[in-house]
């Protein structure tokens, strides 16, 4: 039920007529400014002032319109961190002030058979359930279900939560999924935005770590994110030890990938698990002959990502981190299709 009795209000109480955020206003075009009206909150919002958002490469398939479901204008960013500014008259849980972080999905319908199991990542209605559905973290304030908004360790800095709330989850969730069935060995393919996190969480959850990289002028930073080993891609005798050794391997690139030379290092029975997007053209020889399993890993639960959230503040891990300002978000975005960040970008507000 959508509650038409509650005002907007700025941070601490102040009057909101607008939001002023980054806006894509056509496929695939430079953010521009764009001031629109807050959502009226409903029973179990909450409004968020923005102090920080994270850049994904979700965030630029969605101004290609990647999807085919960008409605514009749009209004990208979901690794939001902020304070609640206003909430609806149902959220006991939550109280103006209080920090909080905000993810890819900002909602669920509440109603279908994966809602009603307490996984509402995989609800069937998922594809209008994004934060950015009523326009995302650029701005200078989101409206989202209470629900979504976590409250945050005292001690994690803001650029920190941002990354977690989209990549830390993406990347712990799979690790826990999976880590029943694994040998205490795990293959991080790519090491990136996704995939330093990736070697952070696997290193700290006890599991043997080897780094899969495209560039060997990573190797000292994957050994330095806790990696046992790293291996740069794209020659057989490299690959050749590692012929059947994982059980489990976390896929972070995005784009084109060797699809022999990844499936010939899983063991039998084994699990590649996408986390990015990359282009899936594969033989299905080993597939078929050794019984492997392809899947994918988007979001978790909200089990989940307290216990990332918590896991990570306990063991220190922490994103690399390039800071921008909100209005150089053109930039950042030029620069993190590039390939040039290293190895996630945070917008501030000013």
Excluded at 312 to 330: C, F, K, S, Y
């Amino acid at each position: 039920m959508v509650s038409s009795t509650i005002p907007a209000s700025g941070p601490l109480g102040r009057p909101r007529q607008l939001v002023r955020g980054w806006a894509a206003r056509e496929r695939g075009r430079d953010l521009e400014p764009l001031e629109y009206p807050p959502p009226v909150l409903g029973d179990s919002d909450v409004r968020v002032a923005v102090s920080h958002c994270g850049l994904c490469f979700t965030d630029i398939h969605a101004i290609d319109d990647f999807y085919g479901i960008t409605t514009f204008p749009f209004v990208p960013g979901h690794e939001i961190v902020g304070q609640v500014e206003a909430r609806g008259s149902a959220v006991s849980d939550l109280a103006v002030g209080d920090r909080v972080g905000i993810g890819w999905q900002g909602r669920s319908c509440g109603e279908c058979r994966w809602c009603a199991r307490g996984e509402e990542q995989m609800c069937l209605d998922i594809g209008n359930s994004a934060t950015c559905q009523r326009h995302g973290g650029f701005a200078d304030a989101v409206t989202t279900d209470s629900r979504f908004a976590y409250p945050l360790p005292e001690r994690m800095a803001p650029d920190v939560a941002a990354v977690l709330m989209c990549a830390g989850v993406a990347v712990y969730t799979p690790l826990r999924t999976y880590a029943a069935s694994a040998s205490g060995q795990v293959g991080i393919y790519g090491v990136g935005g996704l995939g330093h996190l990736a070697i952070q969480f696997a290193h700290a959850l006890g599991y043997e770590v080897t780094a899969f990289s495209s560039s060997a002028a990573k190797e000292r930073e994957a050994l330095e994110f806790g990696a046992d080993r790293f291996v740069v891609l794209g020659a057989r005798d490299r690959m050749r030890p590692f012929d059947n050794a994982f059980d489990l391997m976390l896929c972070t690139a995005h784009g084109d990938i060797d699809w022999a030379e990844l499936t010939n290092v899983i063991d039998r029975r084994g699990h590649i698990v996408l986390i990015g997007f990359p282009n899936v053209s594969l033989n299905p020889t080993n597939l078929v002959a050794h019984e492997l399993s392809i899947t994918g890993s988007l979001l978790g639960n909200h089990a989940t990502v307290r216990e990332m959230l918590a896991f990570a503040d306990a063991h220190g891990i922490a994103p690399r981190i390039e800071q921008l300002p909100m209005t150089q978000v053109n930039a950042a975005i030029a620069r993190l299709k590039a390939n040039r960040a290293r190895y996630r970008i945070v917008l501030g507000q000013a």
